[in-house]
């Protein structure tokens, strides 16, 4: 008796704890519908984007790294420097491009077209050998012809250099000279600006020209005709190169006074800014 008693006992036990298990499933249940139905909504939500930023919040943005001096001219005036900074960094190289021993050329770079100093009769040259690109040539011309309208002679040293002559050059110097100075004074090759057939050396190509009426007369003017002076004094923290006074870059007149009014005639920090922001696909979509 007593085991078909516990036996019935076990049974009953069983079979209430099958009912209670059920009926916690029956609750379970809508909630776990409950949270599917929660999950499909937040799949179903649209993910959230961030609005596109405009040309002009790209160019405020490049500016950030630039100094504050810079800053604030270019802030102060932002509409009008946006749009002329947009146009300038459409333009993109080789005109523009920025080159230092960090940023080098293609060893096989060479321009399209080349065109003899010896070849424009009002230029004074110290070689016939010299080349440059028409632009940059035709702009020396203009340059060089107002300079002798008020006396002033501007012989032009050095012109455009291939990566094989620049390579004889940087060897030459660290025979010469060792690496210590050779880095300051001489690019390694394919980080010449002269690779660009866009760069004049003027005078005998020593510290000295900074002192003759030919320099006074570039300092105050070159920009005017599209000439930017690369290696100003005092910036070889910058530039990496020793004051060079005699080397200048032909860029566009649109561009050398955009560097005139906004970054002090500072050939490396213009340049930089334009390749800078010419590297944002929305500058080059974007109208000035």
């Not at 008693?5 to 009953?12: D, F």
């Not at 146009?87 to 096989?108: E, M, T, V, Y």
């Not at 690109?133 to 309208?149: F, G, I, Q, R």
Request: proline fraction near 7%; include cysteine; glycine fraction near 4%.
């Amino acid at each position: 008796m007593c085991s078909v008693h516990l036996k019935k006992n076990r049974i009953g036990q069983c079979a209430s704890s099958r009912v209670s298990i059920l009926l916690g499933l029956l609750v379970l249940i809508p909630s776990l519908f409950g949270c599917v139905r929660e999950v499909e909504q937040i799949s179903e939500t649209p993910e959230q984007t961030e609005e596109p930023r405009t040309a002009q919040e790209i160019v405020t943005d490049v500016l950030k790294a630039y100094p504050q001096s810079f800053k604030n001219t270019a802030l102060d005036a932002i509409e009008e420097f946006s749009p002329l900074a947009i146009q300038l960094a459409q333009q993109g190289p080789p005109s523009l491009r920025f080159i230092d021993k960090s940023n080098p050329l293609p060893l096989d770079y060479t321009p399209k077209h080349l065109v003899k100093l010896k070849d424009v009769p009002s230029l004074h040259i110290s070689r016939d050998t010299l080349e440059g690109t028409p632009e940059a040539v035709d702009a020396l011309t203009s340059m060089s012809n107002a300079m002798d309208k008020e006396g002033i002679t501007l012989l032009v040293s050095s012109a455009y250099r291939t990566i094989a002559y620049q390579n004889w050059l940087y060897e030459r110097s660290l025979s010469l000279y060792g690496f210590t100075e050779t880095a300051m004074s001489v690019a390694p090759p394919g980080s010449s600006e002269h690779h660009l057939g866009t760069v004049f050396d003027f005078g005998d190509i020593t510290p000295a020209f900074a002192d003759t009426p030919a320099s006074a007369w570039l300092v105050e003017n070159a920009h005017n005709y599209g000439f930017l002076i690369t290696y100003p004094e005092a910036s070889s923290w910058l530039t990496g190169y020793m004051y060079e006074p005699w080397h200048y870059r032909f860029v566009g007149i649109e561009a050398a006074q955009f560097a005139h009014t906004y970054f002090d005639g500072v050939a490396w920090y213009t340049l930089k800014f334009l390749t800078e922001l010419s590297e944002h696909s929305i500058i080059h979509s974007a109208t000035p």
